[in-house]
């Protein structure tokens, strides 16, 4: 059966935009989330590991790390030793995460890495 819809008007794309909020806010809130660099995170073993060291990572560390991790990723790398200062880092350049943290010493050896990067 077939029944007739009366008195009703059109519904138009300006209308539905305006209903949602703003054209464009989605795409300019994206484009503002793509252009904040991502930020580094610790593990919980990386922060265990400080910790135990008492080695206390300042925010300007972070952003050197941080920069150190973005030029290995461009270079292609996914996991990547981080050499600053008398620390090393081994890091994931996939998720951002440093994995794990030791002081150097000489005769360590590093291995399932594909990259290094020495940090100042």
Do not use: C, W
């Not at 209308?15 to 610790?42: C, D, N, S, W, Y």
């Not at 002081?103 to 590093?110: L, P």
């Amino acid at each position: 059966m077939v029944s007739r819809i009366e008195n009703q008007s059109a519904v138009t794309s300006g209308q539905v935009a305006g209903a949602r909020g703003p054209a464009g806010k989605f795409q300019a809130v994206l484009a503002e989330k793509l252009a904040q660099p991502a930020g580094l995170r610790l593990s919980a073993h990386a922060e265990r590991r400080l910790r135990e060291r008492n080695i206390n990572l300042t925010t300007d560390d972070l952003v050197r790390l941080g920069r150190a991790m973005e030029a290995a990723a461009a270079k292609g790398t996914r996991d990547v030793l981080l050499l600053y200062g008398d620390l090393s880092l081994i890091a994931s350049t996939t998720n951002r995460t440093v994995v794990t943290a030791v002081t150097r010493e000489e005769g360590q050896v590093f291995t399932n890495i594909d990259g290094a990067v020495i940090v100042k």
